[in-house]
């Protein structure tokens, strides 16, 4: 029985940051709302759109669903587009797949994860990709990541992401956890959170992983 590898994407297999927050300023102007600060809107990586929106700027669900349609309107035809994968992680799925089954736990909805993999050429490492619905429905990571599991039927498992959802996420469901350090949360929110394992670099992954099992 092969064990289970999730990642997340946004900030632990793609550098998203300039697609994001390109598509969130695009959102923002339309709606008539302030442009923050830089790290402000580093924000909207990782959580859910209207999370982050209702957070920041006292939007109600219908009002923040609207702004998340906005949202969709730039990131569908140029955001998803502006990413890269970090250096050395194709290396690192090349040495886990023979091993592991690999899949993507996302907050971003499943469509536009699965046209990411796709277009960076990491598909073929993969065996299954499982986001958000486009409904908002199955949008936090702990859902998420509960719904990746019943859908591969194999345990154990681990889950490696960069923000404190995606270790909250692993706990809620009683699997492992890896926090790195190179995408867009810090060690002290990985610490708060209780991950198993941290890691700083991309190379430090392998090693991380065959140690959770």
């Known amino acids: 029985m092969k064990k289970i590898v999730l990642f997340d994407l946004d900030g632990t297999l793609t550098d998203s940051s300039e697609g994001i927050i390109n598509s969130v300023c695009y959102m923002l102007k339309k709606k008539d709302l302030a442009i923050p600060d830089e790290a402000t809107l580093h924000n909207f990586i990782g959580p859910p759109l209207t999370d982050t929106l209702k957070q920041l700027y006292d939007l109600n669900e219908a009002e923040a669903d609207k702004a998340v349609q906005i949202y969709r309107e730039y990131y569908a035809e140029q955001g998803i587009k502006q990413l890269s994968v970090y250096d050395g992680i194709e290396e690192v799925l090349a040495s886990l797949a023979p091993d592991y089954y690999l899949a993507i736990a996302t907050s971003k909805p499943e469509f536009y994860a699965e046209q990411i993999i796709?277009?960076?050429?990491?598909?073929?490492?993969?065996?299954?990709?499982?986001?958000?619905?486009?409904?908002?429905?199955?949008?936090?990571?702990?859902?998420?990541?509960?719904?990746?599991?019943?859908?591969?039927?194999?345990?154990?498992?681990?889950?490696?992401?960069?923000?404190?959802?995606?270790?909250?996420?692993?706990?809620?469901?009683?699997?492992?956890?890896?926090?790195?350090?190179?995408?867009?949360?810090?060690?002290?929110?990985?610490?708060?959170?209780q991950a198993d394992q941290i890691v700083a670099t991309v190379d430090e992954l392998s090693a991380a992983i065959r140690q959770s099992f």
């Open 118 to 193: 796709e277009n960076t050429g990491l598909s073929k490492y993969f065996s299954g990709i499982f986001g958000a619905d486009l409904t908002g429905k199955r949008s936090n990571k702990t859902d998420v990541i509960a719904y990746a599991l019943a859908q591969l039927e194999e345990t154990p498992a681990v889950m490696i992401g960069d923000r404190k959802f995606d270790i909250i996420g692993a706990k809620a469901n009683q699997i492992k956890s890896i926090g790195v350090l190179y995408g867009f949360g810090e060690r002290n929110e990985m610490i708060e959170a």
